[in-house]
Each structure stands twice: as structure tokens, then as C-alpha cells.
């Protein structure tokens, strides 16, 4: 069953309301957000009550630094279907607004957990800030929920035995030095691009490897270079691929695309959603000397991808 998701926190029907409830960005939901997700669905289980997440569109920070470069590791629906396999029932996505951003933390506390949603618990991670000016702590959260009449949980800071941060900054600092491997420990799967199939130069038709071409919005820019991909097409299908993530220094663009070449495959994917796993890079951008060179390292980086793809485990 998938993950509903819930705009808004005012006038909710009954059945919108009476959860038990992560609270956070959960920007990733990587095993440290997992963990408070867990605390949750134990109190759910404990009450009766449906399992939610509560996190906030736009994230945040975007919010307060609108000019502060690319972060996100996923859309609101990779959220959603990242949230399913752990039973969650509903991702409420509060507005973050300027009426969000001024709420002071007894009033988000009243206002938007209690009456709005009607939480009958709430999960937080020992980080955990809220109300203007991040006044918010889980200390307060539990305060509050006594006199409102909903439980709190705090969730201790989680690493790995080998001492693996597990934090979405932890990510990016992964993608950053496109080390696919440890963002993959952290998140508990690869970490994945997902957007709408748009039209390139159409230049690789022309030597044999057509791309799909998704532009990176306000994903984190991991490191520039060729990756072993593996690709979701709506239909279901998963398609292994090789790919390109920057700018093309031969063919400059304005703005970093992922150009997926997906192998053995051969259709019309213009408009439609591909979401598409970054599991290893191969290598960086380069240029090359004209379009046979070109197509020589691209069959060198195909044939790298499928070696590569061979010994990793699908999901």
C-alpha cells in the first residue's frame, strides 16, 4: 500500500489526524532518520494509531538561504516511496511559509501538532530544532506534549559500529567526493536522481547512444563525471545504463544534466519520470579529441558500467 501524502495541517479530516509521528526534514531517509522512524512505529503499534512522517515543502532551508546552492537528495515522491517499505501510512508536508517560519515553538507545538494534526505522539532525534529561531528542543517537545496530551520520543544519535556518520550532511559530503559506495551505507540504498525526460542536442543518436536527459533542479550536485547507472522507467522495467552527470566539456551546457545511455533499450521516454541510481562513478569528465574519440570512450565506459553493475546487488 503506498504512502499517502497530506499538504496543509489545517481543518484536516478526522482520518488526516490521531497519528504517531516522526518529526524532521528527513531529507535522505537515511538510517539515522530510519531510526526515528522505528521509535515512531513503535509507539504507533503501542497506541493503535496510524504510522506518519511529518517533514515540510519546501525543505527548510530553502527557505530562509533561496540563494544557497542545489542540496536536496530527493523529491517529495522519492520521500513517499522511501517511507513505504518502513510502514509508514501518511508524509503530512507541512507548508513552509513565512507564516511557518514566524510560529514561535509553543505555538507549532499547539497549533500546528496538536490541533492540527492531532498527534498522539511524536518522534524526534536528538538534534531536533522547531519555532522561530530554532527555540524548539526535544525537551520542550515533551513539555509541550504533556499539556497537550501527546507522548514524545528522542532518538540518540545513530552511527555505524565503524563509526560511519549517518546524516544527510554525511551524504553530501559522499556525493561531493562521488564516493557512491558510502552515500549508499548511509542512505540504505543508492542514491537516485529522479526527473522528467526532457530534449537534449540529440547529438549521441548520431554515434549510437541515444541519452535520456534529466536536468538536476535542486538536487546536491555530486561529483561531475561518467556513472554505472541503474534506471526505473514508469512501466516498472529497471534498465542498467552508463551516464554522464555534468556539464559535457566538449559540448558545454548552461546547466548540469544527467544524459543516461540505457542499454538494450529503445523507446520514446520525452515527458515521462526516470528515476535513475547512481551506483558507481567510473570516472570524471574529460574531453576528448571529436565524436570517435567520443565514442570509443563511451563503449569503454559502457563496457566498464556492465562490469561493474554485474557484481552489484539490484534493489
Known amino acids: 500500500m503506498s504512502v499517502s501524502i497530506v499538504t496543509g495541517w489545517q481543518g484536516l479530516p478526522p482520518e488526516h489526524q490521531g497519528a504517531a509521528a516522526a518529526l524532521g526534514a528527513f531529507d ?8 526515528v522512524i522505528a521509535a515512531a512505529r513503535d509507539a504507533a503499534r503501542r497506541l ?5 512522517v511529518v517533514s515540510f515543502e519546501p525543505h527548510p532551508r530553502r527557505w530562509f538561504q533561496p540563494g544557497a546552492a542545489p542540496f536536496r537528495l530527493m523529491t517529495p515522491a522519492q520521500m513517499a516511496r522511501a517511507l513505504e517499505p518502513l510502514g509508514v501510512d501518511r508524509l503530512h ?5 513565512a507564516d511557518m517560519a514566524a510560529m514561535s515553538d509553543e505555538t507549532f507545538a499547539h497549533d500546528v501538532l496538536s490541533a492540527g494534526l492531532g498527534l498522539k505522539h511524536a518522534a524526534v532525534g536528538f538534534d531536533f530544532t522547531y519555532g522561530k529561531g530554532r527555540t524548539g528542543s526535544p525537551d520542550g517537545l515533551a513539555r509541550a506534549g504533556r499539556d497537550l496530551g501527546f507522548s514524545v520520543s528522542v532518538t540518540d544519535r545513530v552511527d555505524d559500529p565503524d563509526g560511519l556518520k549517518l546524516s544527510s550532511s554525511a551524504v553530501r559530503e559522499a556525493l561531493a567526493a562521488g564516493d ?16 522528467e525526460v526532457i530534449h537534449g542536442d540529440k547529438r549521441g543518436r548520431t554515434i549510437g547512444v541515444p541519452t535520456a536527459n534529466v536536468a538536476l533542479g535542486d538536487y546536491m550536485r555530486p561529483a561531475y563525471g561518467v556513472y554505472a547507472t541503474r534506471s526505473r522507467l514508469p512501466d516498472g522495467r529497471v534498465i542498467d545504463g552508463v551516464a554522464n552527470l555534468g556539464v559535457r566539456p566538449m559540448f558545454e551546457t548552461a546547466d548540469p544534466l544527467l ?8 523507446g520514446d521516454l520525452y515527458g515521462q519520470t526516470l528515476e535513475t541510481d547512481l551506483v558507481a562513478r567510473l570516472r570524471g569528465e574529460m574531453k576528448l579529441d571529436g565524436l570517435e574519440a567520443l565514442k570509443t570512450q563511451i563503449d569503454a565506459d559502457a563496457a566498464a558500467a556492465r562490469v561493474v553493475l554485474g557484481q552489484k546487488a539490484f534493489r
Request: no cysteine; aromatic share 12%; hydrophobic share 50%.
Open 28 to 35: 535522505g531517509v537515511h538510517r539515522g532518520h530510519q531510526a
Open 180 to 195: 557512491m559506495d558510502r552515500a549508499a551505507r548511509i542512505l540504505g540504498r543508492p542514491f537516485a536522481l529522479e526527473g
Open 93 to 97: 508536508l507541512l507548508p513552509f511559509d
Open 48 to 52: 493503535d494509531a496510524p504510522l506518519a
Open 259 to 266: 544524459e543516461v545511455w540505457l542499454f538494450d533499450f529503445a
